[in-house]
């Protein structure tokens, strides 16, 4: 009975993000394309909350797959037509002074204004155990700091190999399908 609760519970959520994301999609953009979205996808982070994350570090694998998911939802973004994804390499260092993405309480959003941006994208994965994560998508107009999508999904029984493929999981879902030509 529970799990029906949490299944209906979890369609909620992901018609929510759906609904918001409606409007990402529809709303009026200053890019030089009409109706293209500029978005400042930054770098994905990893919040090691995991019994181990005082002791074993962020390693060059974990880096790795960090860069392929925050490439993975580029690549999707811009496959879509709908959207641009920003240039954030000059902000990168802003946003590590900051204390990283995870823990800057929303600094992307002046920070991709300033790119030029309509919105900001940032992804955290978090690491509950060595084989277990979480992975939420923020979007957030860049105007007012609203949020427009916010998504999460749990990766179960899998290792860091599997964030590029989650993100995929949960673009798919929060990307509106094509509109009818």
């Known amino acids: 009975m529970w799990e029906g609760k949490v299944i209906a519970s979890a369609r909620r959520v992901l ?5 918001a ?18 978005v400042a996808v930054f770098d994905f982070a ?10 074993i570090h962020q390693d060059p694998i974990d880096t790795e797959n960090l860069k392929a998911s925050t490439e993975e939802a580029r690549r999707m973004l811009s496959a879509s037509g709908r959207y641009s994804a920003v240039d ?27 790119l030029g941006a309509d ?3 940032v992804g955290v994965f978090t ?26 999904t749990g990766l179960r029984m899998g290792a860091n190999y599997s964030w590029p493929r989650g993100v995929k999981w949960l673009m798919n879902r929060m990307l509106p399908a094509q509109p009818a030509q």
Do not use: F
């Open 15 to 19: 018609a929510a993000s759906l609904a």
């Open 21 to 38: 994301l409606t409007v990402l999609v529809t709303e009026p953009s200053k890019a030089a394309e009409p109706g293209v979205v500029e």
């Open 46 to 55: 990893l919040d090691d909350r995991s019994a181990g994350g005082g002791i």
């Open 88 to 114: 954030t390499s000059s902000a990168a260092d802003e946003v590590i002074a900051a204390g990283g993405i995870q823990h800057c309480n929303g600094c992307e959003v002046p920070l991709a204004k300033e």
């Open 119 to 121: 919105q900001s994208m």
């Open 127 to 152: 690491r509950v155990s060595r084989t277990e994560y979480t992975l939420q998508i923020l979007v957030r107009d860049t105007q007012t700091g609203a949020v427009v999508a916010n998504a999460s």
